[in-house]
């Protein structure tokens, strides 16, 4: 085929690109529908979409609760050496790479709050100065591809013990400067591989991949991982995410 008549390629608005990416899984759970599944969904019109999305969303709370079930809070991640990381390493948001905040470093503040003792705000610099942790690890995104990148931060069990964190509650979540939010499961918050990651590839954190802070949790698939976080909170309330309250599993464990 001439490249004349080839057919263009078709760029999709983030607002686009996430209705597809809701359709397509819409589609993707009906295919994969248990007989049991199949049978709750009887008398149903499967063009009824409040009664199928009443099924999808218990079918993913399920999935949510046995991903917690089997997930081993001293199973680590693969990792991996130096010359196997990927470069260079892919960017991805819900907006495109032109839209990366630009962040005020110098006035840069993370937001403490929720069920911690210490809520005072933390500076850049006092974020540097606590205990680091370096690892090099795949991130792996829903999209289906994956790249190994080399990161350095903040083990989140330390940071959260520095605050005063209530460790028997039952999520953390994130607030993040570019619009995002997400959260994890107070377990996967203490793994040893959790951190709040400060460099990427030994340099500061670049404004692509987070900057100045974003969650580097290798136990969960690429989206849990919230970059430019701007504000912490520890609740016992799901605070659900920008993807999850649009029906992508919760747990998001790999």
Not at 158 to 163: A, K, R, S
């Given at each position: ?6 057919p263009?390629k078709?760029?999709?608005e ?44 218990a ?5 949510d ?22 470069r260079?390493?892919r ?37 540097q100065?606590?205990p ?49 939010y ?53 609740t ?19």
């Amino acid at each position: 085929m001439s490249d004349k008549n080839k057919p263009s390629k078709i760029i999709l608005e983030p607002d686009q690109r996430k209705q597809l990416v809701n359709l397509e899984r819409r589609f993707l759970l009906r295919g994969g529908l248990t007989l049991g599944a199949v049978a709750m969904l009887s008398g149903c019109n499967l063009q009824d979409g409040d009664e199928v999305d009443r099924v999808l969303w218990a079918m993913s709370h399920w999935n949510d609760r046995v991903q917690a079930w089997l997930f081993r809070k001293d199973k680590l991640a693969q990792t991996y050496r130096e010359d196997q990381i990927t470069r260079p390493f892919r960017f991805n948001a819900f907006y495109p790479e032109y839209n990366v905040p630009d962040i005020d470093i110098p006035n840069y503040r993370l937001e403490v709050s929720g069920k911690v003792d210490k809520k005072a705000p933390w500076t850049l610099e006092q974020l540097q100065r606590l205990p680091q942790a370096g690892q090099i690890t795949r991130l792996i995104c829903i999209e289906g591809w994956s790249a190994i990148g080399q990161w350095r931060g903040i083990p989140l069990k330390t940071f959260l013990q520095h605050i005063g964190a209530d460790l028997t509650a039952k999520y953390v979540g994130f607030k993040c400067d570019d619009r995002y939010y997400s959260s994890i499961d107070m377990a996967t918050a203490l793994h040893p591989q959790t951190i709040l990651a400060l460099e990427f590839d030994h340099k500061p954190l670049p404004p692509d991949f987070g900057y100045p802070l974003r969650l580097r949790v290798p136990t969960k698939l690429g989206f849990k991982n919230a970059k430019h976080i701007a504000a912490l909170f520890v609740t016992d309330q799901n605070p659900g995410g920008y993807w999850e309250d649009q029906g992508y599993n919760d747990f998001s464990g790999i």
